[in-house]
């Protein structure tokens, strides 16, 4: 019998939706367990196995001394470390934090700061080397399922990079940009949710991070003749991936 990867899945800093994203596979989570050994998942199991696993999904970025030292070891035990959604792969939501002074981010929540020790948010790919990305917040469910069949068949995964425009037109929605005139990050955001937003008529966020290769400053010039100012534009491209470099000078880096 053909012994079964073991994986095991680990949460930084972040809420927890990728994780939940694999249980929301339901009907054919079971099947994955007769195929995979999940054998370290603490958000769902009592007992973990921690020597070493082929494949790690991780979840969340890195906020902490502690989290860097974890990181590191979880990249020693793990034939094949995975950037599991956009909070490990840039920082995501929690790294909109970055722009503020660490000093002020601390007093708005804590009485004594004295006893905090976080620091700015970062992917993982900051600290370690990461063999696989798989973006969104959360990843959708079918790039969760390209990527285990991939482990499976021993081939590369047909992950996306071109942008939600392509998936709007293949559900023959109109331009919200040039249609309605709003501020749509859809023509640099990596496709991948199945254009969800656009086809209810609100704007793409960019939960997916930078596509391949993202002409972001043409979309900011854009942004601008649309009526958006420059700090509206600046938050626009801070809201999931303003560490990424294809995004920084936007972001106003």
Not at 45 to 54: C, G, Q, S, T, Y
Not at 163 to 189: H, Q, W, Y
């Amino acid at each position: 019998m053909t012994k079964k990867p073991k994986i095991a899945i680990f949460k930084f800093t972040g809420c927890a939706g990728c994780q939940l994203e694999i249980l929301h596979l339901e009907e054919i989570f079971l099947d994955l367990l007769e195929l995979f050994d999940i054998s370290y998942w603490v958000m769902v199991k009592r007992k973990n196995d921690e020597k070493e696993w082929d494949i790690s999904l991780v979840e969340g970025g890195i906020s902490t001394p502690e989290e860097i030292e974890e990181i590191k070891q979880i990249r020693k035990k793990t034939k094949l470390l995975v950037a599991f959604g956009d909070c490990a792969i840039g920082g995501c939501i929690p790294s909109i934090r970055n722009w503020i002074p660490q000093m002020e981010t601390e007093v708005q929540v804590y009485p004594d700061t004295s006893l905090i020790h976080s620091m700015k948010v970062s992917g993982i790919g900051e600290y370690v080397k990461v063999d696989t990305i798989l973006k969104g917040c959360p990843p959708h469910r079918e790039t969760i399922v390209e990527f285990l069949k991939s482990i499976l068949l021993k081939i590369k995964p047909r992950l996306k990079h071109h942008p939600v425009c392509v998936e709007c037109k293949f559900r023959d929605n109109a331009c919200l940009i040039t249609s309605k005139k709003m501020a749509c990050m859809g023509p640099v955001t990596s496709a991948g949710c199945g254009a969800i937003c656009p086809s209810l008529g609100r704007e793409c966020e960019g939960c997916f991070g930078p596509m391949s290769n993202p002409n972001s400053s043409a979309l900011a010039s854009i942004f601008r003749d649309i009526g958006l100012s420059d700090i509206d534009i600046q938050r626009k491209f801070r809201k999931y991936s303003g560490m990424s470099p294809e995004f920084k000078k936007e972001a106003g880096y």
